[in-house]
């Protein structure tokens, strides 16, 4: 076991929509409490999401728990403890093993949704940065079960966006069952998850329009893939345009953007026979949506917040094939909340990253 310090720094939410604060000497959990099933981590990256702005500002309709509690569900680093009696075979972690954590941090194993492999809908799930604390910091208690091995040609940067962006698009498209050659339309795709859907999408042979707005994010996107562009902010009548850039409407729209606006807008221009695949989330966004276009043109709607522990290996498994990139700048742990003042902005491209 190497050298475990008493103390580290974290950054931890104590008021709902307050500030972060940030601590140089936060317990680290004590090594000798960890149960059969858990292991200590220390962390080499974290990653910073929109949903951490939400969860620091307690502005969804399911708040976090517990005040104070430390934010960032998702993050690489190395084992350096484990608990007494934990398994090591069969896939199970030891000390030294270099693991990825999500947004889940574990689940019960055992209800009708874990059977299944929806362990996202285990009642009983635990949630980094939310239920139980994240990965703003240096060390971290988790379980052995859900942490996700990272292959070895992958740095903990470039793997730690994957863990949560790049899973939640991931799990969306498998379920959307979209085929080869069809047109997707993808709101939000300059954006953290936005930009890992493009490429995944053309890894199932879509054609890709992209969505968003600004230069910065047009070169992003075309760059990945998009063979079509639209800068919302640009176009008075986006519906007609994107049925124009896809010959008729896409077959599928994947939105990962937060508002209701580019889901509504999604309904129009779908084909009939369409599915809407809804990964952004906004805090209070309600999608006004007439049954009559639902029935008549027999749309569906497919919601992908979080995916399984295989979901999570396969995505990572693309990207060390290098089928899929995230595109990030890297920050320090104190840069948390100058990160979400420009995430509230719409002003990140890709995904943030902090060297821990």
């Known amino acids: 076991m190497s050298q475990i310090p008493a103390t580290q720094r974290a950054v931890s939410v104590h008021a709902f929509g307050e500030p972060t604060k940030l601590s140089n000497d ?15 981590v220390k962390l080499e990256t974290a ?39 934990a398994l090591v075979e069969e896939g199970g972690v030891k000390v030294g093993d270099r693991v990825g954590l999500k947004w889940i941090a574990t689940v019960c194993n055992k209800c009708e949704f874990c059977r299944k492999g929806n362990e996202s809908s285990c009642p009983k799930r635990l949630t980094n940065g939310f239920s139980t604390d994240g990965t703003f910091c240096e060390y971290i208690r988790t379980w052995t079960d859900y942490v996700t091995p990272i292959p070895d040609v992958l740095s903990s940067a470039a793997a730690t966006p994957l863990l949560c962006a790049g899973l939640t698009v991931y799990k969306g498209l498998k379920h959307a069952n979209s085929l080869p050659g069809e047109w997707i339309a993808i709101p939000g795709a300059g954006g953290g998850l936005g930009h890992l859907a493009i490429q995944l999408a053309r890894n199932m042979g879509l054609r890709v329009l992209a969505i968003d707005s600004g230069e910065d ?15 919302f902010a640009e176009t008075s009548n986006i519906v007609a345009d994107v049925q124009r850039l896809t010959n008729g409407g896409p077959r599928t729209a994947l939105v990962a953007a937060g508002g209701a ?96």
């Open 261 to 356: 606006k580019p889901y509504e807008q999604a309904l129009i221009y779908l084909k009939p026979t369409g599915t809407l695949i809804a990964a952004g989330l906004g805090s209070d966004a309600v999608m006004q949506a007439p049954f009559m276009v639902w029935v008549g043109k027999e749309l569906k709607l497919v919601g992908s917040a979080l995916g399984s522990r295989q979901d999570a290996i396969e995505v990572l498994d693309l990207a060390a094939q290098g089928k899929v990139v995230a595109h990030y700048t890297t920050r320090k742990l104190e840069d948390v909340e100058s990160i979400f003042t420009e995430l509230a902005q719409g002003k990140v491209t890709g995904r943030v990253v902090l060297e821990i």
């Open 26 to 40: 936060h317990p680290v959990p004590d090594p000798s409490s960890l149960g059969p099933n858990e292991c200590l």
């Open 47 to 85: 990653g910073v999401c929109q949903s951490d702005l939400h969860a620091r500002n307690g502005d969804w309709l399911l708040k976090p728990p517990r005040l104070p509690f430390i934010g960032g569900h998702e993050g690489v680093g190395k084992v350096v403890a484990i608990g007494k009696g």
């Open 217 to 231: 994010k047009r070169k992003l996107c075309m760059s990945l893939g998009a063979e079509q562009w639209l800068d």
